[in-house]
Nanobody, 125 residues
Framework: QEQLIESGGALVRAGDSLKLSCVGSGRTFSGDLMGWFRQAPGKDREFVAGITWGSMIIYYADTVKGRFFISRDDAKNALYLEMNNLQPEDTAVYCC??????????????????WGRGTQVTVSS
């Protein structure tokens, strides 16, 4: 069974850094476009960052550009999100996802086929 499992969420203070990990199992995700999404309490899930196969193209939501960095290690079937200068508005459940048949730079959650359950990031002021 295909799975994506996130880890690394924590309670941190504003200005801190945190690195999230997502490890896949059950299939190789190396050919997929991978992404991170987040959902804050009472809000819709939103796109955070995406990375194509081979790490050829990386793209971000404007709200995290310059602070968050996405990367992947296909040898480990893993995806990462390095988050710097975290702010209270970054508080959310962060999920990784995979688009197995990407036709472009996917940002819509409906385009992603596999999802992890998420890891909680809480940023205190």
């Amino acid at each position: 069974q295909e799975q994506l499992i996130e880890s690394g969420g924590a309670l941190v203070r504003a200005g801190d850094s945190l690195k999230l990990s997502c490890v896949g199992s059950g299939r190789t995700f190396s050919g997929d476009l991978m992404g991170w999404f987040r959902q804050a309490p009472g809000k819709d899930r939103e796109f955070v960052a995406g990375i194509t196969w081979g790490s050829m193209i990386i793209y971000y939501a404007d709200t995290v550009k310059g602070r968050f960095f996405i990367s992947r290690d296909d040898a480990k079937n893993a995806l990462y999100l390095e988050m710097n200068n975290l702010q209270p508005e970054d508080t959310a459940v962060y999920c990784c996802a995979s688009d197995a048949d990407a036709q472009g730079l996917s940002r819509l959650e409906s385009l992603f086929d596999y999802w992890g359950r998420g890891t909680q990031v809480t940023v205190s002021s």
